[in-house]
């Protein structure tokens, strides 16, 4: 199947961050011609003189929490962990299919067309991700057995998982680990040793709040951080995308670089359960590769990379006294480029460059917040401005998910 978009302001985010005016023609799922095409196609979807830009990648979220929106806000992270864990213990497949596919539609409605996922039950989320048509990096969340609300061991419920997803073209099955608080050495390094076996990447979250890293210290004399590098988990390049890192030193940053890991970096989420700044400025600047994660609707409310992107920015200036940390054109790096990067998946996606995978957003022109619009200004309206309403276009390995504001 071919796809052509025409008439397109494309924000390209190559190299040299081109800014393209023209036509964009994917042919079987792969970006073929950029900014010159044929005029006919299988399928032409009118940007009308929009914006064109690489799908953004959502690095942590929590899809199947979705269905808990508004029945967990404004409680800091020990007592809202309690209360998702009691409500986790008495859901239903069906309860959690439905609450994937709402996540799965707010979020494609809105221009993101990949997303790194932590949860259990992800062969039921896989499968509504296979149904609508998304890009998905599924890591099965591991736990003390003792503590999990999971039938069966953990560790072997996310190896099956994996086993049973590796060979599928949108689905990238991980092994996840839900936080040093409820896992012990034996887990953490039960599940380093699956992912190293099946040749997969990690997604935990690390460091989210002072409380975490500090009853860490009493419990075991030693930052998360510290006690991770001292069992060994991070050696040998594990491929760790590490979600939220809010208190971390600069010699753990360090520590991270050094082994590969990277951060999805949360600030609305932070903000929402008051858990702390993101040092996403001393991160990138110690050479940490970053992203942004909405986290779950439960603490963001929503899964608008847009306002992620803005949010994040802001966060950072003002905690800086610097209105020119983190600007524009860094933050759509971090949504785009970085984000692939962060999923070593910058050969596919990432990027609309000739041989990528066919994943877009179509932002419309004739938005009052994209006004006025130009190549000069595109990356900043898109940063700044835009709204994940102004999205009318999301395309998916070169197929349309969502055209003109209908899903297809």
């Known amino acids: 199947m071919n796809l052509l978009i025409r008439d397109a302001m494309i924000v390209t985010q190559d190299e040299n961050r081109s800014v393209v005016e023209g036509n964009l023609f994917i042919e079987d799922g792969i970006i073929t011609h950029v900014g010159n095409s044929a005029d006919t ?69 809105g221009g993101t067309t990949s997303f790194a996922d932590l949860y259990y039950s992800e062969d039921l989320i896989a499968r509504a991700c296979s149904d609508v048509g998304i890009r998905a990096f599924l890591a099965w969340v591991t736990l003390d057995k003792e503590i999990t609300t999971q039938e069966g061991d953990p560790v072997k419920n996310a190896e099956r998982f994996v086993k049973n997803w590796r060979n599928n073209d949108l689905i990238t099955p991980m092994i996840g680990v ?21 040749n997969t990447g990690m997604h935990m979250h690390l460091c989210e709040t002072r409380n975490e890293v500090y009853g860490h210290v009493s419990k075991t004399g030693k930052r998360p951080v510290e006690w991770l590098e001292q069992i060994e988990f991070l050696d040998g390049g594990i491929g760790l995308l590490a979600a939220h890192g809010a208190w971390l030193t600069k010699g753990e940053m360090r520590t991270l670089r050094n082994a590969h890991v990277s951060i999805a970096s949360c600030a609305r989420s932070n903000m929402k359960i008051g858990s702390g700044i993101p040092p996403v400025k001393e991160l990138i600047d110690e050479g940490v590769v970053v992203s942004f994660g909405t986290d779950s609707a439960t603490t963001s409310n929503n899964l608008d990379m847009f306002e992620e992107m803005r949010a994040a920015s802001l966060l950072q200036k003002v905690s800086k006294w610097d209105a020119s940390v983190l600007p524009a054109s860094q ?8 984000a692939a990067k962060s999923l070593g998946a910058f050969g596919a996606i990432g990027s609309i460059e000739i041989g990528k995978r066919g994943d877009v ?11 006025p619009l130009s190549r000069a200004n595109a990356v900043n309206q898109i940063v700044y401005s835009a709204q994940s309403s102004d999205v009318t276009s999301t395309i998916i390995d070169g197929k349309p998910v969502y055209s003109e504001r209908r899903f297809t």
Request: negative net charge; proline residues 2%.
């Open 41 to 109: 196609s299988d399928i032409v979807v009118d940007a009308k003189g929009g914006v064109v830009i690489p799908g953004l990648i959502n690095t942590h979220t929590h899809v199947a929490m979705t269905g808990f929106r508004g029945l967990l806000d404004d409680l800091n992270l020990e007592p809202f962990l309690e209360k998702t864990f009691k409500l986790d213990s008495g859901r239903t497949d069906q309860d959690i299919r439905d609450s994937t596919l709402l996540s799965l539609h707010e979020m494609i409605s």
């Open 361 to 371: 957003a179509v932002i419309e022109k004739s938005s009052m917040r994209m006004a």
């Open 178 to 198: 839900q936080g040093v608080y409820v896992c012990s050495e034996e887990t953490i390094l039960s599940a380093k040793d699956v992912a190293a076996e099946l």
């Open 331 to 338: 933050v759509l790096d971090l949504a785009t480029r970085e």
